[in-house]
């Protein structure tokens, strides 16, 4: 989906198709030379990683096993619940390996640290996070991130990955909606 098939959806463009792809052309490059040699496990966070784990896997120069988590901190409405339920586990023993986490976005930090610190707590050699995005107003916790690939602001975005009811991931650029498609 292209940001004009969005129409009157779209509010803004923050990220492009092309600027994303050089990014995480650099972040492959710098992954490869940070692990050669190493055996590097991608772990990415369904649903909102797709995306990024595709585009950025294929960038990579080195061999890289892939394996998928979904995680959640809420229940059934939008306030988080302070409590992290595995939906999906891995399929893999992260024991002695080099962990990769991937994920589309970090807003505040509290699930993706608690999912840093059970991946450790599991015998991972090391455990390591790569974020396309990063919202560093919208943190509650720190979380180290060694791969960055685009600060923004604390607001809503979609595409790439992320979602408005289940809408919307299959954009190609990171924007924000119009306020008419979340306010109906």
Known sequence: MDAQDMGRDLADVLIGEDDIRARLGEIAAQVD??????DLLLV????????????????????????????????????SS????????????????????VEDIIDSGLTLSWLVANLRSRGAASVEVMALL???????????VKYVGFDIPNAFVVGYG???????????????LAEHVYSS
């Open 33 to 38: 030379a940070d692990y050669a040699g190493r």
């Open 44 to 79: 990415g966070v369904l649903k909102g990683a797709v995306m990024v784990m595709a585009d950025f896997a294929r960038a990579l120069h080195g061999p890289a096993e892939m394996d998928w988590m979904a995680v959640s901190s809420y229940g059934s409405g939008t306030k």
């Open 134 to 144: 990063r919202k560093p107003d919208a943190a509650k916790v720190t979380v180290d």
């Open 82 to 101: 302070g409590v992290v339920r595995i939906l999906k586990d891995l399929d893999r023993d992260v024991t002695g390996r080099h962990v990769l986490i």
């Open 162 to 176: 992320l979602d408005f009811a289940e809408r919307y991931r299959n954009l190609r650029v990171v924007g924000t």
